[in-house]
């Protein structure tokens, strides 16, 4: 199918750039006769031309059952075509939301540059004017997969999730591609230059500096403080040390003037993690308030069966 081979594509590049996807963050689908084809839980975006990484969906038994609030969508493992999906494929767990939205094409990423904007208490009200002219929704954060589904509105093109990242949809590739650029355009925010400063008494053994911006004071300060995404949770646990309160062996240390610092043996989706929380936190401005996880929200994250089933997957660990 052109459309999915388009995809595919497209996807390979979104996955390969770091201020878009990280890791096996994001996802993308299109629907196509009775068929809805998006990217399989815990599978890399980038390797989108390099292996099956789209489970296909029976789209009508997939809407009726979002349309009855079906305890199925949950997971939507009931809906696959087995005939269409490569074996050991489970559909990603924003399914509902690539079936549920009308356009053919549906791309969910998790931007650096709206996170940074999308974690602020006040974040509503700065994107409100950036945004201003697109069909755009702002949506509170709520727990990933079918719960966020239920808290949108179909019929915008453009979606900022608060806590986690950006979806576009459109019913041409072409136009889904340009929505994300002037998205990531218009919602850019300045990278804060960190001062320099010695490296004595920061490098550490068992550690390096990750290939991410330096640390801010203040970016160090509020990126330690707290959980800003889901994905920073489950991968690296709530929040991050900073170089003065050390316990043990953390994966990511933070300290002002350097990038963070990471553990030498993280797993590639934990490096992409700690880079991705250098770039946010190069982007926050000193007095930017941002909103992070509340122990109840960690704890549902933590315990959601589905990023249990995604941090057993290779690669994701
Ligand atoms: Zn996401």
Redesign the pocket.
């Known amino acids: 199918m052109d459309d999915l081979a388009a995809l595919a594509r497209v996807s390979a590049e979104l996955g390969s750039n770091r201020l878009l996807v990280q890791a096996a963050?994001?996802?993308t689908s299109v629907k196509d006769d009775g068929v809805l084809w998006v990217k399989a839980s815990g599978r890399w975006l980038s390797k989108a031309l390099d292996e099956p990484i789209f489970a296909a969906l029976d789209l009508p038994r997939l809407t009726r059952a979002i349309a009855l609030a079906d305890p199925a969508c949950e997971t939507c493992d009931a809906f696959l075509r087995d005939d269409l999906t490569a074996s050991g494929l489970r559909p990603s767990v924003?399914t509902t939301l690539h079936a549920g939205l009308p356009q053919r094409f549906v791309l969910?990423v998790?931007c650096v540059e709206t996170i940074s904007n999308a974690i602020l208490e006040d974040g509503a009200a700065r994107v409100a004017p950036l945004l201003d002219g697109l069909k755009w929704q702002w949506v509170p954060y709520t727990r990933?997969g079918f719960p966020l589904f239920r808290t949108i509105t179909p019929g915008a093109d453009v979606y900022v999730?608060a806590n986690?990242?950006l979806v576009v949809a459109a019913d041409t590739l072409e136009a889904a591609v340009a929505l994300l650029a002037i998205v990531g355009r218009r919602l850019a925010r300045p990278l804060q230059t960190a001062p320099a400063r010695s490296a004595r008494g920061v490098e550490r053994a068992g550690y390096r500096f990750a290939d991410a911006p330096a640390l801010t004071l203040h970016g160090a300060r509020l990126a330690a403080a707290g959980s800003f995404y889901?994905?920073h949770l489950v991968f690296l646990g709530s929040g991050a040390a900073t170089i003065d309160e050390v316990v043990g062996s953390p994966p990511v240390i933070l300290a002002p003037g350097f990038p963070p610092l990471v553990r030498e043996d993280l797993s590639p989706a934990q490096l992409a993690m700690a880079e991705c929380l250098g770039d946010v936190a190069a982007r926050l401005a000193p007095d930017d308030r941002p909103r992070y996880f509340t122990a109840r929200e960690e704890h549902d994250l933590v315990h959601w069966d589905a990023e249990k089933y995604r941090l057993t997957l290779p690669g994701a660990e």
Do not use: A, T
Request: no cysteine.
């Open positions: 963050g994001g996802n924003e969910h998790h990933p999730f986690h990242g889901p994905d």
